[in-house]
Every structure is written in structure tokens, then in C-alpha cells.
């Protein structure tokens, strides 16, 4: 979809120092989840947001697991939309950093830490959107509600689950902005944005092989464990499934194929035939490695070991070794199908000394392209940077959307972010990563288009 006509909208350049600031702070309250300790953020980002006259409410799942919520009040003409965010981070090793990863510290032209990108920045582009809806007295058809929760981090289960179970009326929307897309893939001479419209689903299992302990200078008279398990490592950790094209992963081929011409040929190649799939990203990973990258993980369902434990002494073969693994599946399977499959495949192995055990499981979840939200999402990015890309994104993790969407919500990720450059060197995105760190100049952006979101959604 392209238009005839092109305007370009300003940056809220006046924002910068304020957006900088509040997620400085932010970074500095350390939220690491295990255990979390979101009220504190919760009470500060209230604290912050009372300075502009909003009144927040803080709701703990349990002591001092707080997410807080707060509402701008519109005529009731168009649905809600929420802004939702989540305030716990993973953890961060200090010794591994240049800098602090809790200091939040702002140089370069960045500001670091753990949750600059996972996601306390999108937190404070959207607590500042909301700010300036409401200095600018902007008129809404409809409320727009901001979330910014526990425990995402470690499933939800404590923050926007608990609060949807617990406080539907309070956190509710038909439409909902959260993470997981909005950052520019450069193509040519362009940038393309992505929508995050899908996500995978979420099989975390742990698998315990049986054996019969022994003395290590007499490997034979035993049955090691840790060998089963290593057929087990083996058969899961190298299943390759057949490749599979969702609606989702299609569309975000054929836009990319079209702002970049150089696509078009291995994306036609991918389509027409899946079977080939990994001898024609293998090709393309010659010349476009990060697209590679990309598209390698949404065609099919992965399976990942991540833990693993056995044995307690250096001259004894144990008779127990566990692993735990991680599934992520496609949009159009099931997490029953993945069950059934992976008990398949243990089969092969031998099931007499294995059992099985679901630690969590997420169903996939999808929204549509085709609505309000997403047209006006590609509009104001087209008023933005003229002549861009916007492409809908299957994101291969899980986000707190999930949970909306099972009650019926649109859920989009959209943090929009330009591709960012550190000393003239292009900086690798590091959600989750060692030196995490998002540029002023994103921030600046970032709060710029979310708010023009908002206000032509809304007004």
C-alpha cells in the first residue's frame, strides 16, 4: 500500500532530555526477575506520572511483585487502546559489562543497562506519549490505558495474567501496543519497519533419563545416565521439521522482496518451494547474513536444550542426569501436536528410562494485519521517513500479548527504532545481551511516532 501524497512530521525533539532521564532512572532500580521486585519501578514510574496529574494504581500479585496501571480518559466514541510494558529485566552478569548494567548510565549518545531494550524503554516512550496527549490537551474518542507489569520475564504468570484474571476492567483494551517489533530492518536504500502482528508458542520441558550407578574405572558394569542423555541432547537438539511459510512470515518475505530487489529471487525460490528452504538460506547467508538469520528460526518449530545436571562425584557414573529444553512452535501447530512429536522422537531413545515433564506452555498467538491500528501505524511511519517499508513480523520469543489476544484484543509489538550506529559501527541489537543499550536518538524517535500513533488512533 503506498500514497499519493507525503508529509513529514517533526520530531518532539524537546522530549529528549526528560524520556533520557526517566529511563535512567528506571535502569537504576534493579528489577532482575528471579525475584523481581517490580513495586519499586511501579511506585516511581506512579511517582513520575503524578507529576502530570494521573492517578496510578499499583496492584501486587504478591509482596513486592507490583504492576501499576493508569488511565487517560476519552469520550467513549472508539475502543481502548492499552500501552502495555514490563518492568522486570533478566539478569546481568556486572563483570561482563563495560559499564554498570544498573547504573544507567548515558554516554555516547546511548543510554546503558539491563532493560534499555527489554524492554524499560519502551516504558518510557510510552509513559512519555501518554504525558504529552495530556499537556497538549489532546481530544480522545477513546480511553488509552498504560500497563507497565511484573513478571514478563518469567512468564507473566505474576503480572499481566495475574492483572487480567484478578482486574480485567482495569487493564482490558481492544487494542493493545506492547514489544517485540517497531525497529527498522535496512533494505537498499530504505529502512523497512516491523509490526509484530504473531509470536511463536512456548514449550519449556524437562526431560530426566534413569540409569545404574557404578565406579567410573568401570564405565561397562554401569548404565550412565548422562550417555542417555546425551542421545536425547542429540535426537531433540538436531530435529529439523519440515520448513512452513505462516501467513505471518509470507507477507514479511514478499514486503522486504519488494523494497529490496535483490530478495526477490530467494524469497520466490522459499515460497514455491519450502522443501528447499535451507539450501537457499544457506545461499543467501553469503551475501545477507542478518536476513538469513532472520527468516531461519520462523519457518519451522525449534527445539533448544538449555540446562542440563548429572552427576554428583568425578568417580561415580550417576544414575540420573535431567535437561531442560525450550520448543518454540509456529502459529498453525499446536503445542499438543509438539508434545506428541517430541515423545516421538524420546521413543526412538528408549521412554522405560525417561520422563517427561511440561514446565510451561504457551499456545502461539496471531493478530490481523488488516485493521485500524496497523494502517494508521504504517501511515505515521510513511509521514516520518518518507519512502519506507512497513512489514508484519512473527516474532520467534513470547511477549505478555499473548494473553490479550486469547480475550479477543488486536495486539501489535511496536517500539519504533531506527537501525543505530555507535562510533560509526553498526550496534547489533543485544536485548538480553552483554553492554544492552539504546541511542537518545531512539528514544527521541521512539516517543515522536508513538505519540503521533496514538493521537490519530484515538482522536
Keep these: 500500500m503506498k500514497r499519493d501524497t507525503v508529509m513529514t512530521v517533526p520530531l518532539i525533539k524537546e522530549v529528549e532530555e526528560e524520556v533520557t532521564s526517566l529511563l535512567s532512572e528506571l535502569i537504576q532500580i534493579d528489577t532482575t526477575n528471579p525475584p523481581g521486585n517490580e513495586t519499586k519501578a511501579a511506585k516511581y514510574l506512579a511517582e513520575n506520572l503524578g507529576k502530570d496529574g494521573f492517578e496510578c494504581e499499583i496492584f501486587e500479585s504478591a509482596p513486592q511483585r507490583g504492576s501499576v496501571i493508569t488511565r487517560l480518559k476519552g469520550t467513549g466514541e472508539k475502543p481502548s487502546l492499552l500501552l502495555l510494558s514490563h518492568l522486570d529485566v533478566v539478569a546481568a552478569n556486572p563483570a561482563e559489562w563495560s559499564v554498570d548494567p544498573f547504573g544507567g548510565v548515558v554516554k555516547d549518545g546511548f543510554v546503558w543497562g539491563r532493560g534499555t531494550l527489554d524492554m524499560k524503554g519502551m516504558t518510557a516512550i510510552e509513559a512519555m506519549a501518554l504525558k504529552l496527549l495530556k499537556r497538549n490537551n489532546v481530544k480522545l474518542k477513546g ?71 557404578g565406579h567410573g574405572s568401570m564405565p561397562d558394569a554401569a548404565d550412565n545416565a548422562i550417555m542417555r542423555m546425551h542421545k536425547v541432547i542429540e535426537k531433540l537438539g538436531n530435529y529439523r521439521g519440515p520448513a512452513s511459510y505462516v501467513p505471518t512470515v509470507k507477507q514479511f518475505l514478499v514486503e522486504m522482496a519488494k523494497e529490496d530487489e535483490s530478495l526477490q529471487e530467494p524469497v520466490s525460490r522459499l515460497l514455491a518451494n519450502p522443501e528447499s528452504s535451507d539450501a537457499v538460506l544457506d545461499e543467501l547467508a553469503k551475501t545477507m547474513p542478518a536476513i538469513a538469520d532472520e527468516i531461519r528460526p520462523r519457518i519451522r518449530m525449534t527445539i533448544t536444550p538449555t540446562i542440563i545436571h548429572g552427576g554428583v562425584k568425578e568417580n561415580i557414573i550417576p544414575s540420573e542426569c535431567e535437561a531442560v529444553f525450550d520448543c518454540r512452535v509456529l502459529p498453525e501447530q499446536t503445542i499438543g501436536q509438539a508434545q506428541a512429536l517430541i515423545r516421538q522422537m524420546l521413543a526412538e531413545v528408549g521412554l522405560d528410562k525417561l520422563s517427561v515433564e511440561t514446565i510451561q506452555a504457551q499456545e502461539p498467538s496471531a493478530s490481523p494485519v488488516e485493521t485500524p491500528l496497523y494502517r494508521v501505524i504504517s501511515s505515521v511511519l510513511w509521514d516520518f521517513e518518507p519512502g519506507c517499508g512497513v512489514a508484519p513480523l512473527l516474532m520467534t520469543g513470547g511477549t505478555d500479548s499473548r494473553f490479550f489476544r486469547r480475550m479477543g484484543s488486536v495486539c501489535y509489538g511496536f517500539h519504533p527504532m531506527k537501525s543505530e550506529t555507535l562510533y560509526g559501527v553498526k550496534v547489533t541489537r543485544r536485548e538480553h545481551g552483554i553492554d544492552e543499550r539504546i541511542s537518545v536518538e531512539n528514544l527521541v524517535f521512539g516517543a515522536s511516532v508513538l505519540y503521533e500513533t496514538i493521537k490519530r488512533f484515538m482522536a
Design 143 to 213: 480511553d488509552v490505558i498504560l500497563a507497565a507489569t511484573a513478571d514478563e520475564e518469567m512468564g507473566g504468570s505474576s503480572g499481566a495474567d495475574y492483572l487480567l484474571q484478578n482486574y480485567p476492567e482495569k487493564i482490558f483494551a481492544p487494542y493493545v501496543l506492547n514489544e517485540g517489533g517497531g525497529w527498522a530492518i535496512p533494505a537498499r536504500n530504505k529502512n523497512v519497519y516491523t509490526v509484530q502482528t504473531a509470536e511463536k508458542g512456548l514449550l519449556w520441558f524437562k526431560v530426566k533419563a534413569k540409569g545404574i550407578p
